[in-house]
């Protein structure tokens, strides 16, 4: 695979800039002489500019083609200038050699959509990415590739993993995409997260660590290389930070740049856990802690988390829903308040942009627990953070000979030294309440799966075996059957005293038939894949047939070699209670079987599913298929299925599949109240315990047609087909709350200190049709149950009707003249408004 040069004329063009810039000479040392994109101690250069960068990952694959140009729209309207995503290699090379580029995995497609809206791309190739992706994003084939160990100092690995590197980065300069070419790449990610295996491995990982390096740095990309967790990243590649913050990372050298490649805005949902959220207060706090410290490019892991779909998720037990309390939700809305607090915030920063490239900070304590970090240029530029890192209290602070009142855990934004226009615990943008609105149910018909095998798609082996290995991840399921002879004179079939089967399995979950009836199910968790089923059996005299299906639930993505953990039904399978006492089934032979007959009948297609007779509804079957027709409801609002009723399976619609599902797994941690004053971690504030961690499954509204659309699903468990419904998802509500003193970047800018505003925006061609609530005084409450203070202008509401009724976006000012004079001198008063958009 041949790699492009860069054009004599572009060398020269990036020379130029190279030269322009201050570091010039140190700079040409440490990227090549093609590149239009470097960097130093201080920041990315890009065109010879140092820049403060905010970036987002939105993974192509996570959502439809149909959504990417909202979703980078989205992501520069809230202030981004690069959009990261990892490089998926089992979506690209399903076999060995045979690439697919096409759909959801149109890398191309997707970075020049990028580009068109004028931003930069982040691009991290690892191969090897975690992203709670299965396999961590290698092909299962990579597994069985004679001698391989995965991300060592392993030839065969090595060759591999380059020959898919130099698969990519040539793509990507066939089209033109790297940024001296006029594309918008301007960074490059080799491995990832490699520090930590690193650090307990040693030498070979150290050497392989340093091969990885090489081999990229060789392909010459003409942008900077990055690795993330990897303390001793050799020159000239940049190491960075990942984690919930930043700011006690510096890089290994101090000509690098201080670099946060995954800022993680909430967390993954795993089956059996509940929904974790992060509050912008504290996500803000992180951001904004990492640039007063010196920091200039970071990254919101993930801006757009999206769905697992197919069987694409991680594990095991990552849910379908990646959503990550992201700013823009799984379904492609604005997440409200956090994009738009974040969105302030980009603003605030970049204000501050010229002083913050200049140099390093000057810190200050401006008390116990309270800092000032001061940037200036040489042109006079100067900005400020004030930090109050106090979990609890206020830190009143004088700085520069002003007062100061800094909230709990929080940090101020000066662009002049003097105004504060943003703090990160004062929430202006406008709040949304999420809705869910059932608009149709599915008349159902059924098919049972067959638990019998055919006999020239099963074989037998003496002993169990390893799931992976008999499957290649074709399927989720495998059949594990054996034979039980019971002689006439079992005591237990006259006492009635059956016999308990024990099952031990690698993972992930099984559901047991004796002579064709289910027995039972047993599942593992997130904490550990390994499950035993242990139940009575009523076996008969004569033969019985125990047949075990096995489910794995996606294949581990991290963890010390995780490409070597075992799914599946490994033993000891065990009958206690016999005259004999136990048992041990684990060496006799068993009959295997690879995946479900409807899978091999394609049921979840069109023509797969006309292929067999559909019968009346069977409620409440395990191992059923169901179908159903049905027409896309009006409108483009995004669309869930809600599963509530069901237990666990997988979906598809008009043959592309949903995910799994499997609301049946109820949540089960700590949803305590959360507080976003202290330090965050992916425990703190969690929802959903008691419920099914996963109700609602995303369907890309692009995926249906007006009318006939054909739903298929496969149930495990029995759940109760006539409880699904199908659901839009909108905003229900809008809300602000506004203080007098609230910081206000509008009010900087044009020098109208003291008058804050009240912004209300609804989606593109909606407009406000009711204010549910409006009082200016001491409003109590949060967005939905707001209530009246003894302090309210009684003007508030016919204010709100007139500036916002029938606008798709409004403002008012929080001052009294505005409502008729001022309802209570001396307090301090706020706006509180709730209005419905449509
Ligand atoms: C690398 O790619 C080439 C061309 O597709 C192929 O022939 C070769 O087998 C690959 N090698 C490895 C180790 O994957
Ligand atoms: C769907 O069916 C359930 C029960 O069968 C019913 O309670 C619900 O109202 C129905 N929903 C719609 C939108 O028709
Ligand atoms: C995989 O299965 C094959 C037989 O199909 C067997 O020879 C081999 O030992 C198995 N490997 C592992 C790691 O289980
Ligand atoms: C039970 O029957 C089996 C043959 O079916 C025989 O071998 C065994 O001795 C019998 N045991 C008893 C306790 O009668
Ligand atoms: C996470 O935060 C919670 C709440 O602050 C705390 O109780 C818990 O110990 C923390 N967990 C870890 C692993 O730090
Ligand atoms: C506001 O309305 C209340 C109740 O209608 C009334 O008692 C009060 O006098 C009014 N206040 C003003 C300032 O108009």
Redesign the pocket.
Known sequence: MGSTRPSPELQEKSLLFAAATMAGVLLSLLTPATSAVAYDHKAIIVNGQRRILFSGSIHYPRSSPEMWADLIEKAKDGGLDVIQTYVFWNGHEPSPGQYYFEDRYDLVRFIKLVQQAGLYVNLRIGPYICAEWNFGGFPVWLKYVPGIKFRTDNEPFKAAMKNFTVKIVSMMKSEGLFEWQGGPIILCQVENEFGPLEWDQGEPAKAYAAWAAQMATGLDTGVPWIMCKEDDAPDPIINTWNGFYGDYFSPNQPYKPTMFTEAWTGWFTGFGGPVPHRPVEDLAFSIAKFIQKGGSFANYYMYHGGTNFGRTAGGPFIATSYDYDAPIDEFGLLRQPKWGHLKDLHRAIKLSETALISGDPIVKSLGNSQESHVFRSNSGDCAAFLANYDTQFYGKVTFNGLHYDLPPWSISILPDCKTTIFNTAKVGAQTSLMKMNPVGNFSWLSYSDDINFDDDKSFTFVGL??QL??TRDSTDYLWYRTNVDIAENESFLKSGAYPILTVMSAGHSLNVFINGQLAGSAYAGLQDPRLTYSGSVKLWAGNNIISILSASVGLPNVGEHFESWNIGVLGPVTLNGLNEGRRDLTSQTWTYQIGLKGEALNLHTLSGSSSVEWGELLPKQPLTWYKAFFNAPEGNDPLAIDMISMGKGQLWINGQSIGRYWPGYIATGDCSPCDYRGEFNETKCQSNCGAPSQRWYHVPRSWLNPTGNLMVLFEEWAGDPTGISMATRNVGSICAHVSEWQPSMISWRTKDYKNPKVHLSCEQGKRMTTIKFASFGNPQGACGYYSVGNCHANKSYDVFVKKCLGQQLCSVAVISEVFGGDPCPGVLKASAVEAICE
């Open positions: 075996l390893e290995n008999v």
